[in-house]
């Protein structure tokens, strides 16, 4: 049993119920999904089909799919990885053809980004920019874990927040390193086998960068392994390299070959198609839920159609049976019309869910009046959240009996170090 799984915060039934299958793949006793993606074969080229066959075939081998991870769960062998082209390839080629008439999020530009010419709302092309790559110390204790979460933060967002705590990362989309899907695998693969409990793919926004991070898993499901000009090209966004990790005996593997659970860290603002490809890679989802229903998400963040995208997606990932937990952060004035509702459809929909009801909001950005970025028609959250706010968000919590107090006050308790029964 590793440092993760000897936590004291998986005695909360609650938390143990609502991720097995991340613990497992975390400790390595189960294959992530990658792994089993290359095991199922396709019979179609896939750079030689056409979208629509290639959309078609998604839906006739994800119940293959997942039928085989009911088995493995039951304790089945992975079977071997297809000789010829999978699963794993099959999504990589459907996020390049997504590329090309970008519909990744509800904004559905169409653009060209591999052509370049033209931009949509993330405006970006088909490059993708890493900020930073870290064993992150700040994420909830079942994702940092003793060793840290294997963060790789993207620049660039496709939602507008006034308030965003990454301003830096989420608005300048030329923060950061061009990197390549080689270089990410590179990133992945470091960070994993320094001990890194999960790959958390974060930004800015994440499903922007689909096309790059799905080509990455593909390449780390096929016996990816890395060049030494590759381990030097990742190093220089690599936050903590001066920390010199030793690598972890056994980190990394199952079955002879590399192994982590992949953490889809982001704001939940996708279409369907984005849902579809990712269901078959990722292990564990982390939606971060910040609007209420009204006209919060325009006024605050400039986007459209939010309560609506985000709602159907984690229904979404309920309706699969998936693993994931919830996060929500209290904005100063905005309990009532976000706070409340956001809790609210949380215990109508999805109680079973881990939440996170975050206090950490402070002015940044363009609500902070330090900032010369600062613009008056955000003074209603120019301030951090009372005391009062705050309570009343956790109380309205409790009296919906939502699973949150492990999540949200773990540290307030001292957890972390402190819970390993060792
Ligand atoms: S990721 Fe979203 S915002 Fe960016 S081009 Fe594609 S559809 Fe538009």
Same mark, same amino acid.
């Given at each position: 049993?590793?440092?993760?799984?000897?936590?004291?915060?998986?005695?909360?039934?609650?938390?143990?119920?609502?991720?097995?299958?991340?613990?497992?793949?975390?400790?390595?006793?189960? @294959?992530?999904? *990658?792994?089993?993606?290359?095991?199922?074969? $396709?019979?179609?080229?896939?750079?030689?089909?056409?979208?629509?066959?290639?959309?078609?075939?998604?839906?006739?081998?994800?119940? !293959? +799919?997942?039928?085989?991870?009911?088995? !493995?769960?039951?304790?089945?062998?992975?079977?071997?990885?297809?000789?010829?082209?999978?699963?794993?390839?099959?999504?990589?080629?459907?996020?390049?053809?997504?590329?090309?008439?970008?519909?990744?999020?509800?904004?559905?530009?169409?653009?060209?980004?591999?052509?370049?010419?033209? +931009?949509?709302?993330?405006?970006?092309?088909?490059?993708?920019?890493?900020?930073?790559?870290?064993?992150?110390?700040?994420?909830?204790?079942?994702?940092?874990?003793?060793?840290?979460?294997?963060? !790789? *933060?993207? $620049?660039?967002?496709?939602?507008?927040?006034?308030?965003?705590? &990454?301003?830096?990362?989420?608005?300048?989309?030329?923060?950061?390193?061009?990197?390549? @899907?080689?270089?990410?695998?590179?990133? =992945?693969?470091?960070?994993?086998?320094?001990?890194?409990?999960? !790959? &958390?793919?974060?930004?800015?926004?994440? /499903?922007?960068?689909?096309?790059?991070?799905?080509?990455?898993?593909?390449?780390?499901?096929?016996?990816?392994?890395?060049?030494?000009?590759?381990?030097?090209?990742?190093? %220089?966004?690599?936050?903590?390299?001066? +920390?010199?990790?030793?690598?972890?005996?056994?980190?990394?593997?199952?079955?002879?070959?590399?192994?982590?659970?992949?953490?889809?860290?982001?704001?939940? +603002?996708?279409?369907?198609?984005?849902?579809?490809?990712?269901? /078959?890679? $990722?292990?564990?989802?982390?939606?971060?839920?910040?609007?209420?229903?009204?006209?919060?998400?325009?006024?605050?963040?400039?986007?459209?159609?939010?309560?609506?995208?985000?709602?159907?997606?984690?229904?979404?990932?309920?309706?699969?049976?998936?693993?994931?937990?919830?996060?929500?952060?209290?904005?100063?004035?905005?309990?009532?019309?976000?706070?409340?509702?956001?809790?609210?459809?949380?215990?109508?929909?999805?109680?079973?869910?881990?939440?996170?009801?975050?206090?950490?909001?402070?002015?940044? &950005?363009?609500?902070?009046?330090?900032?010369?970025?600062?613009?008056?028609?955000?003074?209603?959250?120019?301030? %951090?959240?009372?005391?009062?706010?705050?309570?009343?968000?956790?109380? %309205? =919590?409790?009296?919906?009996?939502? %699973?949150?107090?492990?999540?949200? *006050?773990?540290?307030?308790?001292?957890?972390?170090?402190?819970?390993?029964?060792?």
């Amino acid at each position: 049993m590793s440092d993760l799984a000897k936590l004291k915060v998986w005695d909360d039934p609650a938390i143990r119920a609502a991720l097995p299958w991340y613990l497992d793949v975390a400790e390595n006793r189960r @294959p992530a999904k *990658f792994r089993i993606a290359a095991t199922v074969a $396709t019979t179609l080229d896939p750079a030689a089909a056409s979208e629509d066959a290639l959309w078609a075939e998604l839906d006739r081998l994800t119940p !293959i +799919f997942l039928a085989r991870q009911q088995a !493995i769960r039951a304790g089945a062998r992975l079977p071997s990885a297809a000789e010829g082209p999978s699963l794993l390839e099959l999504c990589r080629e459907l996020a390049y053809r997504m590329l090309a008439h970008c519909n990744f999020c509800p904004w559905d530009c169409r653009v060209d980004r591999q052509a370049g010419a033209k +931009f949509g709302a993330c405006k970006l092309a088909s490059g993708s920019r890493v900020s930073s790559h870290f064993h992150h110390t700040g994420e909830e204790l079942f994702y940092r874990g003793t060793q840290g979460s294997g963060t !790789i *933060f993207f $620049t660039s967002c496709n939602m507008r927040c006034a308030f965003c705590q &990454n301003g830096d990362i989420s608005t300048d989309k030329d923060n950061g390193e061009e990197t390549d @899907p080689r270089t990410l695998a590179t990133m =992945a693969w470091t960070l994993r086998r320094e001990g890194c409990h999960n !790959i &958390n793919w974060v930004g800015g926004e994440v /499903v922007i960068h689909l096309h790059a991070i799905v080509d990455a898993i593909a390449l780390l499901g096929r016996g990816f392994v890395p060049t030494s000009a590759e381990l030097k090209r990742a190093c %220089r966004t690599k936050a903590d390299r001066f +920390f010199f990790f030793d690598e972890v005996p056994g980190a990394a593997v199952y079955d002879g070959r590399f192994n982590a659970p992949m953490l889809w860290n982001s704001n939940f +603002f996708m279409t369907p198609e984005s849902m579809k490809i990712l269901r /078959v890679l $990722t292990d564990v989802w982390l939606p971060d839920f910040k609007f209420g229903p009204g006209r919060c998400a325009m006024t605050l963040a400039k986007t459209p159609w939010y309560w609506e995208t985000v709602t159907r997606n984690i229904a979404l990932i309920a309706e699969w049976g998936e693993d994931f937990s919830i996060r929500h952060l209290v904005m100063p004035n905005h309990v009532e019309c976000c706070t409340y509702p956001v809790l609210e459809w949380i215990a109508a929909r999805v109680p079973a869910a881990p939440v996170n009801v975050m206090a950490q909001f402070h002015p940044d &950005n363009f609500c902070d009046p330090a900032s010369a970025k600062y613009r008056d028609k955000y003074a209603e959250i120019a301030r %951090r959240p009372t005391r009062a706010e705050l309570d009343a968000s956790w109380r %309205r =919590a409790g009296d919906l009996g939502l %699973r949150f107090e492990t999540t949200t *006050f773990e540290r307030r308790h001292a957890f972390g170090m402190a819970m390993l029964d060792i």
